[in-house]
């Protein structure tokens, strides 16, 4: 059974960091490109990051760089968000998702976790 | 930055019905757009990828059109598990998603 579990999450205050874990298993984890998606409570979908499969590119949505880091290991199977500096507006639910590459501009994410929620709060 | 916007932002409408929703971006992505489906408590699911392929196991019922700017997302006989909310997402370059439009029973 393809799966991908989120763990790390929980309440932390401002300023502060944590380290979010996703376990893949049930396909290649070393084929996709893999990303964070966060959603704040009550809102839509928001794009955070994403790494390529060996991973030498790393990208970030601009409100978390400098702040956050995107990481893997294949051999573990396992992609990371690293989150420091957190601020109450980081608050959500954070998915990992598998990216399907058909080609550059044709690519979609074909496996979502279930997510770990985020709370930066005092 | 491409800005993706969806209308409506909400929808009421009862099983059978034949439901559109809109996304525009605000530059041509060509047909670089997916629809992704969320229930509630549940993570996102891919409906449809360069904009009119419906992802396997997906509902014929389900498809997707457009080009350029403006696409679609039809749902052509609404059924109760379809009562969600719907994401569009640009692959022309950073994946945006749209805002959301909800869709709920009237």
Do not use: H
């Not at chain 1, 704040?40 to 790494?51: D, S």
């Not at chain 1, 030498?56 to 995107?70: L, N, Q």
């Not at chain 1, 199977?77 to 639910?93: F, G, I, P, W």
């Not at chain 2, 408590?41 to 997707?64: C, D």
């Amino acid at each position: 059974e393809v799966q991908l579990v989120e763990s790390g999450g929980g309440l932390v205050q401002p300023g502060g960091s944590l380290r979010l874990s996703c376990a893949a298993s049930g396909f290649t984890f070393s084929n996709y490109w893999m990303n964070w998606v966060r959603q704040a409570p009550g809102k839509g979908l928001e794009w955070v990051a994403n790494i390529k499969q060996d991973g030498s590119e790393k990208y970030y949505v601009d409100s978390v760089k400098g702040r956050f880091t995107i990481s893997r290991d294949n051999a573990k199977k396992s992609l990371y968000l690293q989150m420091n500096s957190l601020r109450a507006e980081d608050t959500a639910v954070y998915y990992c998702a598998g990216q399907v590459v058909v080609s550059s501009t044709n690519w979609y994410f074909d496996l979502w976790g279930r997510g770990t929620l985020v709370t930066v709060s005092s | 930055d491409i800005q993706m916007t969806q209308s409506p932002s909400s929808l009421s409408a009862s099983v059978g019905d034949r439901v559109t929703i809109t996304c525009r971006a605000s530059q041509s992505i060509n047909n670089y757009l997916n629809w992704y489906q969320q229930r509630p408590g549940k993570a996102p699911k891919l409906l449809i990828y360069a904009a009119s392929s419906l992802q396997s196991g997906v509902p014929s019922r389900f498809s997707g059109s457009g080009s350029g700017t403006d696409f679609t997302l039809t749902i052509s006989s609404l059924q109760p598990e379809d009562f969600a909310t719907y994401y569009c997402q640009q692959t022309y370059n950073t994946p945006y998603f749209g805002q959301g439009t909800k869709l709920e029973i009237k």
